[in-house]
T-cell receptor
Framework: DGGITQSPKYLFRKEGQNVTLSCEQN?????MYWYRQDPGQGLRLIYY???????QKGDIAEGYSVSREKKESFPLTVTSAQKNPTAFYLC????????????FGPGTRLTVT | AQRVTQPEKLLSVFKGAPVELKCNYS??????LFWYVQYSRQRLQLLLR??SRESIKGFTADLNKGETSFHLKKPFAQEEDSAMYYC??????????FGTGTRLTVIP
């Protein structure tokens, strides 16, 4: 099941530790996105990137950081500054100019205790 | 501010019955609306977009700007329609605003 992959599926961390979530795509998509999903809430955009070496904050970027050194990869770091990091994180990608047709990864469930 | 509301968290219908999943939005400009679906053990994927005005898997959705709605409809529900459905709004910027989702269960 290629396309866009996220690893690991489940991740556990102690409070105060930074953690990096992986997102890789082989769809040759220029744009990539990170969303957070909490129970009873829709997907909320954390960061997005339209092109390599460029990224923009989404609605809830505080406590998160990203990098886009390669077209295929868009890792998300959940820092210790994120007050409520336990959530389900979804990565997506799309061709430039077609953000509506986003291809989603399987997600990573992060639990911080 | 942009907002997408899906008032029903859960919706159950019998097989063969009509189904309507509600979606309302708030946006002062010209919106683009979409429905995404997530079947069990599968990834979230685009179902349809209002601009294409097409029927996908028997589902249709009409954008009603007067009522600011984009309800998803199907005349005869099938068991395989059971899934999580998300309504999403694009304002033209590089952002999709998602609703909280409705879990549809089609009872055999």
């Amino acid at each position: 099941d290629g396309g866009i992959t996220q690893s690991p599926k489940y991740l556990f961390r102690k409070e105060g530790q930074n953690v990096t979530l992986s997102c890789e795509q082989n769809l040759n998509h220029d744009a990539m996105y990170w969303y957070r999903q909490d129970p009873g809430q829709g997907l909320r955009l954390i960061y997005y990137s339209q092109i390599v070496n460029d990224f923009q904050k989404g609605d809830i970027a505080e406590g998160y950081s990203v990098s886009r050194e390669k077209k295929e990869s868009f890792p998300l770091t959940v820092t210790s500054a994120q007050k409520n990091p336990t959530a389900f994180y979804l990565c997506a990608s799309s061709i430039a100019g077609a953000l509506y047709e986003q291809y989603f990864g399987p997600g990573t469930r992060l639990t911080v205790t | 501010a942009q907002r997408v509301t899906q008032p029903e968290k859960l919706l159950s219908v019998f097989k063969g019955a009509p189904v309507e999943l509600k979606c309302n939005y708030s946006y002062s400009g010209s919106p683009e609306l979409f429905w995404y679906v997530q079947y069990s053990r599968q990834r979230l994927q685009l179902l349809l977009r209002h601009i294409s005005r097409e029927s996908i898997k028997g589902f249709t959705a009409d954008l009603n700007k007067g009522e600011t709605s984009f309800h998803l409809k199907k005349p005869f529900a099938q068991e395989e329609d059971s899934a999580m459905y998300y309504c999403a709004l694009s304002t033209g910027a590089n952002n999709l605003f998602f609703g909280t989702g409705t879990r549809l269960t089609v009872i055999p």
